[in-house]
């Protein structure tokens, strides 16, 4: 009772960025008008009124698109730091983001080179640095978790490395700035259809994460204490890695990377909230998923064109971190 | 199972390596419900080791322990863990957790994967800390108390799991005077008042004499002397064990004290 109250707050915020953001945009819709569309039975909406048309098609698909990944990234990193017991870990750590942005570059080079082609190519390949990355960690004997983190950045270097060769052969007036503006991420191509299957993947797995965020404490106090209460811990990581993954190689390949988010979301998260997982995990994903909307607001509507997310995630979030950590450094949940 | 092997930790002819060095060279003995028994050895003597193969967070090369009659190392963790109780030396813990928090955790065992605690395991877990006499820590974070405090609510933990049988790694290695006594005196009413029984990993050879029921001898992964402690704590296999001269004085009142048998070094 006491932890639903604590994110309240943040729910609330979710709600106000929400309706903000289906009112700001180059073509301006009051808000009692968001009102009686979002009241409105769907079917019987007619689709020739330009408002509506600029909200249903454009505005809500890119609204819930920033909203998913921004939750997605938020949990893997709460999950992430708390299994690898370490403040510095973001969902990048097994190498998935790097993986991604070599297999989208790689996409973008092919000559048969297509949106779907390019996500998907960036989908495999972050699935597949993780699983290179894991099998490296299970061939060394050393303590596990610090293995991971070790062979992830390993495989990062390695597909960093590939991803530079890309870029030294691409072509440089159409494909190296394609692959650039792709890595600094946005979601610009947001659509219904990929709404639709981002929701169909990433919120069982968001489930997932809420329902066990509680052993997630429990992984956190370290491998033998957590076998010695009784935690499967051979199985259990294994599982969780493969969700956060999924999660972050689903959010990445259609967004490019979102930096910061995963890093800082979780601390902000466990400032707020409290450090345990029970009511960190569902902190992050309500105040992910609204940082990264608001962020993304921005991102269309300050300048003419576009900004790449990426650029203000870290522009913004990282000071604002800076100002956490001086402020609320002395009750820090990393002490 | 056969009906002697319940109500005791049953270790029998255990061996164990870290890659090509054979570190536990074949043990084996027993430690009943209501006895204290504690580990002595030199530095890598094996105690730690012999403590986590007990706990199955090690697997062993070849022998096996029983625990109640449940082989350890091939029972499901949610199974041991209702049995056994482990309480590690230090706990370098990266999440100040609520201490509440942390003692509730002792109830996974009895939670499936997407559970969290429920009011019955709050109430268990509160019993557990006026067991230890520590409910005045209840709201405060385990980043906040002292490191006696801290053995007390992994102990605390450990009570929550409804562990028979608790394994302490050196609990009193980092606690003052005072804090030593205290959370050895807790343990001992602990075996004696719920019938549990403990196996507690020690470097003090005073503190094991005062406390324990039953003393395990460790040279080198074999199991030099093992019995009462009456009869353990001797002389010669206490200079034979830790390799230096030993006098075991009589300080009246039926209490012993243990002393290296050089002279105090002068100023």
């Known amino acids: 009772m006491k932890n639903s109250l604590k994110l309240l707050p943040a729910a609330c915020f979710v709600v106000i960025v929400f309706l903000g953001s289906m009112m700001c945009g180059r073509y301006p819709i009051g808000l009692e008008d968001i009102l009686t569309f979002l009241s409105v039975d769907h079917s019987v909406v007619r689709f020739q009124e330009p408002a509506v048309n600029v909200l249903y098609h454009i505005r809500l698909p890119r609204i819930l698109l920033a909203l998913l990944v921004g939750a997605s990234l938020s949990m893997s990193g ?13 969902p990048d750590i097994l190498g998935v983001t790097s993986g991604c942005c070599f297999g989208a570059a790689l996409g973008i080079l092919h000559p048969g080179t297509s949106p779907l082609l390019i996500q998907l190519l960036a989908f495999s390949f972050g699935i597949l640095a993780v699983i290179l990355t894991y099998t490296i960690a299970s061939l060394s004997r050393g303590q596990r978790v610090v293995m991971l983190v070790l062979a992830g950045s390993v495989i990062s270097a390695f597909f960093f490395a590939a991803l530079s060769f890309l870029k030294y052969i691409a072509d440089p007036y159409e494909q190296l700035p394609a692959i650039v503006f792709w890595i600094m ?30 052993r997630v404490n ?64 569902p902190m992050s994903m309500l105040l992910g998923s609204g940082f990264i909307l608001l962020v993304d607001d921005l991102a269309r509507t300050v300048t003419a064109s576009e900004i790449p997310i990426s650029i203000l995630t870290s522009a913004i979030g990282a000071p604002f971190f800076a100002y956490l950590l001086i402020k609320e450094g002395q009750k820090s949940a990393w002490r | 199972m056969p009906g002697d092997n319940n109500g005791c930790i049953e270790v029998s002819n255990l061996r164990f390596s870290y890659a090509q060095d054979c570190v536990i060279k074949g043990c084996s003995f027993r430690v009943s419900r209501g006895v204290l028994c504690c ?35 091939s029972t499901q ?64 974070s385990c980043a906040e108390i ?19 049988y608790f394994l302490l790694d050196e609990p009193t290695s980092h606690l003052d005077f005072a804090n030593q006594h205290m959370i050895l005196t807790t343990i001992r009413r602990l075996v004696k008042e719920q019938k549990c029984a403990a196996v507690v990993a020690m470097h003090d050879p005073n503190l094991s004499l005062r406390f324990a029921d039953h003393i395990v001898m460790l040279d080198n992964g074999t199991i030099m002397h093992e019995g009462p402690t009456d009869e353990v704590m001797t002389e010669d296999n206490l200079e034979q064990l830790y390799d230096i001269k030993v006098k075991v004085a009589d300080v009246g009142g039926g209490g012993k004290c243990i002393l290296p048998r050089s002279a105090a070094p002068s100023l």
């Not at chain 1, 219904?192 to 968001?206: H, I, Q």
């Not at chain 1, 106090?221 to 294994?238: C, F, I, Q, T, Y």
């Not at chain 2, 002292?146 to 028979?164: F, H």
Request: proline letters at 4%; one cysteine or more.
């Open chain 1, 78 to 90: 709460t999950l992430f730091q708390g299994m690898f017991r370490n403040p510095l870990v973001s």
């Open chain 1, 185 to 214: 991420g946005g979601f610009h191509r947001a659509s219904w259809d990929m709404v639709r299957t981002l929701l169909f993947l990433l919120v069982p797995c968001m489930v997932f994460l809420i329902l066990t965020s509680w």
């Open chain 1, 218 to 281: 429990v992984l956190s106090l370290g491998d033998e204490e957590a076998a010695s209460l009784g935690v499967n811990v051979k199985l259990l990581r294994p599982v969780l890695i493969v969700v956060a993954t999924l999660m972050t190689s689903c959010c990445v390949s259609v967004s490019g990377t979102v930096s910061w988010v995963g890093l800082v979301i979780p601390h902000i998260a466990r400032l707020t909230a409290g450090v345990n997982h029970d009511t960190s995990m």
């Open chain 2, 39 to 73: 580990l002595l050895g030199r530095n890598g003597s094996g105690k730690s080791t012999l403590l986590r193969l007990i706990n199955g967070t090690l697997q062993p090369d070849s022998g096996q322990v029983t625990v109640d009659g449940i082989d350890v190392h």
């Open chain 2, 77 to 140: 963790r949610a199974i041991t863990g209702r049995k056994l109780g482990f309480v590690p030396q230090k706990h370098n813990h990266v999440f100040p957790y609520r201490v509440l928090d942390m003692v509730v955790m002792g109830r996974t065992p009895y939670l499936d994967i997407f559970s969290r605690p429920s009011r019955e395991d709050y109430l268990i877990a509160d019993k557990a800390l006026d067991v230890m006499g520590i409910p005045h820590l209840r709201e405060r």
């Open chain 2, 146 to 164: 002292s490191g006696g405090e801290e053995q007390l609510v992994l102990i605390a933990r450990a009570i929550t799991q409804e562990a028979t």
